[in-house]
């Protein structure tokens, strides 16, 4: 019975290697339905599938000019940025210093009105002090002849040598 076994799955085993047939019916069938899976579905998902990548490549390529367009007009506007700011500062500077020198003349003019009339009013005072000077000494000579005419009983001159 241990012999028979053997022999039986050897026979079995020929007959499901055995080409008939049907194994040329199937192969053809199956060559068949490629060529027509091919034609039908495969072809056209492949062209979708294709179309979408051109697409978003596309797309994607227009975004990164996009975004490069961007930067360069951020770099534009920056340094059109800077340039302005770097004049008005210069303008700034300048009216700054424009300013200082008004201030500085100003001050000198002033300083200049201030010592003339401060030299103008020495001169009076002087004039005054002068004036006041004789006056007093007319005066006290006016004064010196009363008293010694009062004293002298006499007339005294006010010229007095």
Not at 46 to 60: K, M, P, S, W
Not at 69 to 79: A, V
């Amino acid at each position: 019975m241990a012999l028979t076994v053997p022999i039986l799955a050897l026979a079995l085993a020929e007959s499901v290697l055995s080409i008939d047939g049907s194994f040329l019916f199937v192969f053809i069938s199956i060559l068949l339905l490629i060529f027509i899976l091919n034609h039908t579905l495969y072809k056209p998902i492949n062209q979708v599938l294709e179309e979408r990548d051109r697409l978003g490549a596309g797309r994607i390529g227009e975004a990164r000019q996009m975004l490069a367009e961007y930067e360069e007009r951020l770099k534009r506007y920056e340094s059109q940025l800077r340039e302005a700011r770097g004049e008005a500062y210069q303008r700034l500077e300048a009216d700054r210093r424009e300013a200082t020198l008004g201030r500085q003349r100003m001050i000198a003019e002033t300083k200049a009105d201030v010592s003339a009339q401060i030299e103008a009013a020495k001169q009076e005072m002087a004039k005054q002090a002068t004036g006041a000077r004789q006056n007093l000494e007319n005066e006290a000579r006016a004064m010196a002849a009363t008293i010694s005419s009062q004293i002298l009983h006499r007339p005294v001159s006010a010229g007095g040598k």
